[in-house]
């Protein structure tokens, strides 16, 4: 059974610059959540992907935003780079069904914004 | 103020001490997870607890769901320095769509030799 994985595993960028961020559910999940922890924060929420369709958003600006592909992976877009952006961005993998799902995390994406 | 509130913030005990983390929460718990973090690192998934009064183990680490499912205790016995971390509370809350989960910010745990 393959895990989350995420990648790049590290980015620096700059102000106002555009970044795109990858996950690979594990294999058999069917949803993926986008989360973004701050440093000595725990994960904030950004949105969740179901067959290919958004299925929740936290309370993010519309400048980020995701795509889920045929075969589960997503990706996270992040368009008109800020400081604050700088953050370990984290992917869940889940299979939806009835009730809470147990949701498995990946090994983040560390981005700086300079 | 925080939805979810973790206590202690940090931790430190000496090898072979059991120690207890708490989560608490202002609504509903309708899913309760516990998650490892080291530093910079991705979410090690510990368990997950549903039902108001579940038990659940895993080796050392034992978590409780209170009977009104808003309070969730995390239970390491005989501490060992592979237990240090951040351990993360995360919950599925009353009125949350998605099953999106909220965090509580962590409490850090050292383990001294």
């Known amino acids: 059974e393959t895990g989350v994985t995420q990648s790049p595993t590290h980015l620096i960028k700059t102000r106002g610059q555009q970044v795109t961020l990858r996950c690979s559910s594990q294999s058999g999940h069917n949803t993926v959540s986008w989360y973004q922890q701050a440093l000595g924060q725990g994960p904030q929420f950004i949105f969740q992907?179901?067959?290919?369709?958004?299925?929740g958003r936290g309370n993010f600006p519309p400048r980020f935003s995701g795509l889920q592909f045929p075969n589960y992976s997503s990706e996270l877009n992040v368009n008109a780079l800020e400081l604050d952006d700088s953050a370990l961005y984290l992917c869940?993998?889940?299979?939806?069904?009835?009730?809470?799902?147990?949701?498995?995390f990946g090994p983040g994406t560390r981005l700086t914004v300079l | 103020s925080q939805e979810l509130e973790q206590s202690p913030q940090s931790l430190i005990v000496q090898e072979g001490k059991n120690l207890t983390i708490n989560c608490t929460s202002s609504?509903?718990?309708?899913?309760l997870y516990w998650y490892k973090q080291k530093y910079g690192e991705g979410l090690i998934f510990l368990m997950m607890?549903?039902?108001?009064?579940e038990e659940k183990s895993h080796e050392k680490i034992t978590a409780k769901l209170d009977e009104k499912k808003q309070q969730s205790s995390l239970h390491i016995t005989a501490s060992q320095p592979s237990h240090a971390g951040i351990y993360l509370c995360g919950a599925v809350l009353s009125g949350a769509g998605s099953y999106q989960l909220t965090f509580g910010k962590g409490t850090k745990l050292s383990v001294i030799p």
């Open positions: 609504k509903t718990l309708y899913g």
């Open positions: 607890l549903q039902k108001g009064g």
């Open positions: 992907y179901y067959r290919e369709e958004e299925n």
């Open positions: 869940a993998s889940s299979l939806e069904g009835l009730g809470p799902p147990e949701q498995f």
